[in-house]
């Protein structure tokens, strides 16, 4: 009954690839979100998705495109891949609110040699 | 924009010994906060929140939070440690009442000695 699931848990792929990677949530919530955590642990919003729109979207490149087939997942495609990409790429997912409460997922560590 | 400030980078203690974790941030408005911990190759779970009334906040694993709104500070502590408590810790914050993305500190890389 994991409420916020990731796959694949890690992902080792070459430069030039293009990779996916899947977030699903059953807790029923309206806003997923894709974090990057980077080698040195920080962390930072890539994405989020409302209702099946966009509605952040911080100063990423346009490698990266964010697809939701439906409210209950959200996933990650990242085109020509580079070393730079690399890092643990976490799912969150909440109801938007006043005490709106984010849920991460396990993570997913890409490794891009 | 909102930003997050975390002091410590690195703390080292020893089992029983007490922990403050320092968390200072800077946004206009009215914000919601957060400590996240992560295991050594773990998730994020969560520690505790704030969203308003009581500004001391208790959550799980012995851990509370202090909200000091002069301060823009939101401390995490836990009067005695365990070598379990060994994790990267979050502050975070996101302002209040929109599906906003968490901002996030640097996080403090805490060691526990048996």
């Known amino acids: 009954d994991t409420a916020v699931s990731q796959t694949p848990k890690y992902l080792v792929t070459q430069m030039g690839n293009d990779k996916s990677i899947k977030c699903e949530q059953n807790l029923g919530h309206d806003t997923m979100y894709w974090y990057k955590q980077d080698s040195k642990k920080f962390l930072k919003i890539m994405f989020s998705?409302?209702?099946?729109?966009?509605?952040i979207n911080e100063t990423v490149p346009n490698r990266f495109s964010p697809k939701s087939p439906d409210k209950a997942h959200l996933n990650l495609h990242i085109n020509s891949l580079e070393l730079g990409d690399s890092a643990v790429y976490f799912c969150?997912?909440?109801?938007?609110?006043?005490?709106?409460?984010?849920?991460f997922g396990p993570g997913t560590r890409l490794l891009v040699l | 924009a909102q930003s997050v400030s975390q002091h410590n980078h690195h703390v080292i203690l020893s089992e029983a010994a007490s922990l403050e974790l320092g968390c200072n941030y800077s946004?206009?408005?009215?914000?919601?906060l957060f400590w996240y911990v992560q295991y050594p190759g773990q998730h994020l779970q969560l520690l505790l929140k704030y969203f308003s009334g009581d500004p001391l906040v208790k959550g799980i694993k012995g851990f509370e939070a202090e909200f000091i709104k002069s301060k823009f500070s939101f401390n995490l502590r836990k009067p005695s440690v365990q070598w379990s408590d060994t994790a990267e810790y979050f502050c975070a914050v996101n302002p209040r009442g929109g599906a906003d993305g968490l901002t996030f500190g640097k996080g403090t890389h805490l060691i526990i000695q048996p």
């Open positions: 946004y206009g408005g009215t914000v919601n």
């Open positions: 969150a997912s909440s109801h938007p609110g006043p005490q709106e409460t984010q849920y």
């Open positions: 998705y409302n209702n099946k729109e966009l509605i």
